[in-house]
């Protein structure tokens, strides 16, 4: 397809658990977005690359989270020891490139999410 | 830091009522801004967007400017229909996107 994609779209996994999301972006985007969304509120920013480095991960809540983007496409977000607080849809969001500078237009096309619950 | 605050919902409207959905923010330098809408069940949409000040950003009938003077870039639709109803975030960007919080908008027939 021509969108961004995400995988699993669900995913229920128990306390203390590994997990993986994996995001597909939109072929030819070099600038890729980490979201995490809790009921009811605005997405909350976790990470971003441009190409296959982080360029900013200011957004991950602690060290249990990590994400890699080997080839500058697909993304891995993983978060280990998971715990309740946890649970969430993660969001994927990619879009075309960045400025680099100060000023940034360029839209972001987001992905379904993943449903993550941990029991 | 960058901030944007958006009206809390839910909102509720009849039928061809006209919507306004307010937004402001708070932000150094002159950010680009945007309106994303989730329908129910859906992934986030770019709605609307507007990259400088006095631009007006429109699309499925929708319509916001970008207000410098008033740090705001309020959401209108003159006439809205049941499937409209949606959670609808404001969000500008200057290095990464920052988000309020949403609105939720509910049309009756």
């Not at chain 1, 658990?17 to 976790?46: M, N």
């Not at chain 2, 009522?17 to 309106?35: D, R």
């Amino acid at each position: 397809g021509a969108g961004v994609s995400q995988t699993p779209s669900n995913k229920v996994t128990e306390k203390g658990k590994y997990v993986e999301l994996r995001c597909d972006p939109i072929s030819g985007h070099t600038a890729l977005y980490w979201y995490r969304q809790s009921l009811g509120q605005g997405p909350e920013f976790l990470i971003y690359f441009q190409g296959t480095g982080a360029a900013d991960d200011s957004g991950l809540p602690n060290d249990r989270f990590f994400a890699v983007r080997p080839e500058g496409s697909v993304s891995t977000l993983k978060i280990q020891r998971t715990e309740r607080g946890d649970s969430a849809v993660y969001l994927c969001a990619s879009s075309l490139r960045t400025s680099g500078g100060t000023k940034n237009t360029d839209t972001q096309y987001f992905g379904p999410g993943t449903r993550l619950t941990v029991l | 830091g960058d901030s944007v605050t958006q009206m809390e919902g839910p909102v509720t409207l009849s039928e061809e009522a006209f919507l306004t959905i307010n937004c402001t923010y708070t932000a150094t330098g002159y950010p680009s801004l945007f309106w994303y809408v989730q329908y129910p069940g859906e992934g986030l949409q770019l709605l609307l967007k507007a990259t400088k000040a006095d631009d007006k950003g429109s699309n499925k009938g929708f319509e916001a400017t970008y207000r410098k003077e008033t740090t705001s870039f309020h959401l209108e639709k003159g006439s809205v229909q049941v499937s409209d109803s949606a959670v609808y975030f404001c969000a500008l960007i200057g290095y990464q996107l920052i988000w309020g919080a949403g609105t939720k908008l509910i049309i009756k027939p």
